[in-house]
């Protein structure tokens, strides 16, 4: 298959229609050149007829509110840590920039997927049990007396995740020019995805000239500060009344805001998405804006490879005698993961960033990346949870 490289021709986030999605025999060609000029183009776009049960959708929402909504020394009492990268946190800093929000991280555990497991553990057995432990950590949820009815929708709403993200990565690899089932073993069988739960309030001047002064906080608050996410895929379910998610347009160089459709996801492409395809996908930048007039919320599902799986641009999108000769040395994702979640945890400097192992990449710099992920690959168990390893 080919790629395009037009520019775009109007501002608009392209809106995708998947109703063929989960067809087998039937996903057209039209839905696949789609999804491969918006990965290719903007890396954003909405998709409507996604197949989400509404019911699903609104429990999820609902216990979302109900969670933000608890006493402040309940959701304190499941923060994370530096060694635990899930449970609640209200001090993440993206590109060393601390963010305008509350947030809630949860995601797959080792044994979630045994005969055993009831949503996220197995019967009877606690979330800090280290059966449930994983290089991320484990799951702090509420107990169902502090939150009763949360944890089964969050399970609901993450195995409907799941499966959507399965089939749009068939989609996605069939645009790349392999086949359908190429990330099976990187992605379905193995995935490390989580789910992050976004509160964002209003943040009032009184509250913005306090925070810049002595809160950690810089001029101009944002609630996310830019940034490209990780993974492979990103779907976003996001509140219809507050518009303050913005992508950068790299066509025009201006910030586009997206403006979500009631009912739609938003998708985005991930950094390993951009190596895999040997930068023919974009992963893209984007932020969110901090709203002086309404709360925001907004959930995140994060689809990631397996921690083990070798990131590295696939033979069939390199072109070394055209525009597309090999962009990247091999990526791990377990150590892309851990290093990135020490930079959201806390300000430790630069952050890691697929350009650490682009091929233009100054050599020292190269291979000193390549030996610090070599060095933490080699402590690193299956999907055990490594305490100081690549901090």
């Given at each position: 298959r080919s790629f395009s490289s037009a520019r775009l021709d109007d501002d608009?986030?392209?809106?995708?229609?998947?109703?063929?999605?989960?067809?087998?025999?039937?996903?057209?060609?039209?839905?696949?050149?789609?999804?491969?000029?918006?990965?290719?183009?903007?890396?954003?776009?909405?998709?409507?007829?996604?197949?989400?049960?509404?019911?699903?959708?609104?429990?999820?929402?609902?216990?979302t509110r109900a969670f933000f909504a608890l006493p402040q020394h309940v959701k304190?009492?499941?923060?994370?840590?530096?060694?635990?990268?899930?449970?609640?946190?209200?001090?993440?800093?993206?590109?060393?920039?601390?963010?305008?929000?509350?947030?809630?991280?949860?995601?797959?555990?080792?044994?979630?997927?045994?005969?055993?497991?009831?949503?996220?553990?197995?019967?009877?057995?606690?979330?800090?049990?280290?059966r449930?432990?994983?290089?991320?950590?484990f799951n702090r949820f509420p107990s169902e007396e502090q939150a009763p009815g949360?944890?089964?929708?969050?399970?609901?709403?993450?195995?409907?995740?799941?499966?959507?993200?399965?089939?749009?990565?068939?989609?996605?690899?069939?645009?790349?020019?392999?086949?359908?089932?190429f990330f099976n073993e990187q992605l379905r069988h193995t995935h490390t995805s989580f789910l992050r739960l976004n509160y964002y309030p209003v943040l009032e001047k009184e509250e913005e000239e306090e925070a810049t002064a002595g809160g950690g906080y810089e001029k101009g608050t944002l609630g996310i500060s830019p940034h490209s996410d990780a993974g492979f895929l990103t779907l976003l379910l996001q509140?219809?009344?507050?518009?303050?998610?913005?992508?950068?347009?790299?066509?025009?160089?201006?910030?586009?805001?997206?403006?979500?459709?009631?009912?739609?996801?938003?998708?985005?492409?991930?950094?390993?998405?951009?190596?895999?395809?040997?930068?023919?996908?974009?992963?893209p930048v984007h932020r969110v804006l901090a709203n002086t007039e309404k709360i925001r919320y907004s959930m995140p599902f994060f689809y990631n490879p397996g921690y083990n799986t070798e990131v590295k641009p696939i033979e069939r999108c390199v072109d070394t005698e055209g525009?597309?000769?090999?962009?990247?040395?091999?990526?791990?994702?377990?150590?892309?993961?851990?290093?990135?979640?020490?930079?959201d945890f806390a300000d430790f400097g630069r952050e890691v960033q697929i350009s650490d192992f682009s091929k233009t990449n100054h050599k020292m710099r190269q291979e000193e990346r390549i030996r610090h992920q070599d060095e933490f690959m080699n402590t690193f168990d299956g999907g055990a949870k490594i305490q100081s390893a690549g901090t």
């Open positions: 608009n986030v392209p809106i995708i229609d998947c109703t063929h999605l989960f067809s087998k025999n039937d996903c057209s060609d039209k839905l696949i050149s789609q999804v491969r000029e918006a990965c290719v183009n903007w890396g954003f776009f909405q998709i409507v007829n996604h197949g989400i049960q509404p019911d699903i959708i609104r429990r999820f929402q609902g216990q304190y009492g499941l923060r994370r840590t530096v060694d635990n990268s899930r449970g609640f946190f209200d001090d993440e800093f993206t590109k060393r920039k601390r963010d305008w929000k509350e947030g809630l991280d949860f995601g797959v555990t080792p044994l979630c997927r045994s005969k055993g497991a009831i949503d996220f553990t197995l019967k009877d057995a606690p979330d800090d049990d280290f449930h432990s994983n290089l991320d950590g949360f944890k089964r929708a969050m399970w609901n709403y993450f195995i409907a995740m799941t499966h959507l993200a399965e089939q749009l990565s068939e989609v996605m690899a069939l645009g790349m020019g392999v086949q359908r089932d509140d219809d009344d507050c518009h303050s998610l913005q992508v950068y347009n790299r066509f025009n160089n201006e910030w586009q805001t997206v403006h979500p459709i009631p009912g739609a996801l938003t998708v985005n492409t991930g950094d390993m998405a951009q190596v895999w395809s040997n930068d023919r996908y974009h992963a525009n597309y000769p090999l962009a990247y040395d091999p990526v791990y994702w377990g150590y892309f993961r851990w290093q990135r979640y020490s930079g």
